[in-house]
């Protein structure tokens, strides 16, 4: 499975975008990038996914280099409420094998 | 977590005796996981399922064992509870790579074990 490297943590300001980087140099070419959230003591929760083109839902935006080795995980407007673990995950190829491995993620924490 | 049960939520166990974690989803996703997750090890994968009696090992499969015996239900086994297994469990499920909305987890169950 491709590996991803992210940030131990980021501070952001209430109001402003969070911008959260990852690297997965090792990406395969039907490998999809993942991301979800912790907030504490709950349950994992997903927020968005891609292969190759930048997308976009409710809660963010996800944009991956044309090389697809690197992506960026955009909320606009951070509240208190999405401070969070930040796990940025690379999906391998399904079928009987697809499985998701979760690195240690990135500790967003948004200030007043 | 809707359409994702754990049960039970919190369970106090002793040492040596054998527990069973259940998951029950209503979604009829095909896959199905359990994760377990400790201070300064994140989210490590225990056992999945890909159908019904198919399943298989993640990384941290020692000491436990599963089975999917129908599509809503995925079962997790402590053969013989140790204290190094006290942990918080995680159930999850999902339809299958690229599909929409990923894996939902459930709430967790917070196991001791003394």
């Known amino acids: 499975d491709a590996k991803t490297t992210q940030p131990p943590s980021m501070d952001c300001a209430e109001g402003r975008a969070a911008n959260l980087p990852c690297n997965h140099s090792?990406?395969?070419?039907?490998?999809?990038v993942y991301w979800y959230r912790q907030i504490h003591s709950q349950g994992p929760q997903y927020i968005i996914h891609g292969l190759k083109n930048n997308e976009t839902n409710e809660m963010a935006s996800l944009i991956i280099t044309e090389d697809r080795k690197s992506s960026t995980l955009i909320l606009p407007h951070a509240t208190l409420r999405d401070t969070a673990v930040y796990y940025c995950i690379v999906g391998n190829s399904g079928g009987s094998n697809y499985k998701l491995t979760f690195g240690k993620g990135t500790l967003l924490t948004v200030n007043p | 977590d809707a359409g994702i049960t754990q049960s039970p939520r919190h369970k106090v166990t002793e040492t040596g005796t054998p527990v069973t974690l259940r998951c029950h989803q209503t979604?009829?996703?095909?896959?199905m996981y359990w994760y377990r997750q400790d201070p300064g090890h994140g989210l490590r994968l225990i056992h999945y399922?890909?159908?019904?009696?198919?399943?298989d090992k993640g990384e941290v499969s020692d000491g436990y064992s599963v089975s999917r015996s129908k599509t809503e239900d995925f079962l997790l086994t402590l053969e013989s509870a140790t204290s190094s297994q006290t942990s918080v469990y995680f159930c999850a499920i999902s339809e299958g790579q690229g599909l929409p909305n990923g894996y939902t987890f459930g709430s967790g169950t917070r196991l001791t074990v003394v």
């Open positions: 090792t990406i395969s070419g039907n490998e999809y």
């Open positions: 399922s890909y159908g019904v009696k198919d399943t």
């Open positions: 979604e009829n996703h095909r896959y």
